[in-house]
């Protein structure tokens, strides 16, 4: 699936202060996810095989390392929980690093939010505006990203330009 988005990530002290904010706007609650993404050695962008208990896919994607909104193009295929991938995978590119994460997910429309924590990084907020087979505009996305960095009220210093992926390799 060909996924074209526009996303923020940013740290936070108070990330229950952020969740209670989204929850006044009524969003579809997915759940909460203890996800173990394992990222390979690859020559273009980043490959993830993501594991957990509500999103399993194996994920492509292409970004800059940029605070603020950033687009990302994104190829994902989901699959069920099946550890011969996972094997595959690895000894074929090897693993450049593991992030595990517990994760809630909420939805609004076609935007998508993360409460993330991390044990060696902390909290963060992300924000996905998703369009799947171009029902959406980059400009839009970016619009709607926007929105929600005022709503969150996220300042400018609270910007992630990294994944996780890369904070973890820095440290």
Known sequence: ???????????????????????????RFA?????????????NGRLKLREGNIENALIHYERENTPNAKQS??????????????????RSLG???IVSKKRKIYFIDNIKFHFDSIKELGT???VEAISENGKFSPEELKDQCDKYMVFFEIKSTDFMSLSYSDLLLKS
Not at 12 to 25: F, G, P, R, V
Not at 79 to 86: A, C, G, T
């Open 1 to 27: 699936m060909n996924i074209l988005n526009f996303e923020f990530k940013a740290k936070t002290d108070n990330i229950e202060k952020a969740e209670k904010k989204l929850l006044e706007l009524d969003p």
């Open 124 to 126: 963060f907020i992300e």
């Open 73 to 90: 193009r994104v190829l994902l295929y989901k699959h069920d929980p099946d550890k011969s991938l996972k094997d595959i995978l690895t």
């Open 31 to 43: 759940g909460e996810d203890l996800q173990t993404d394992t990222y390979f050695n690859v020559n």
């Open 95 to 97: 693993i450049k690093v």
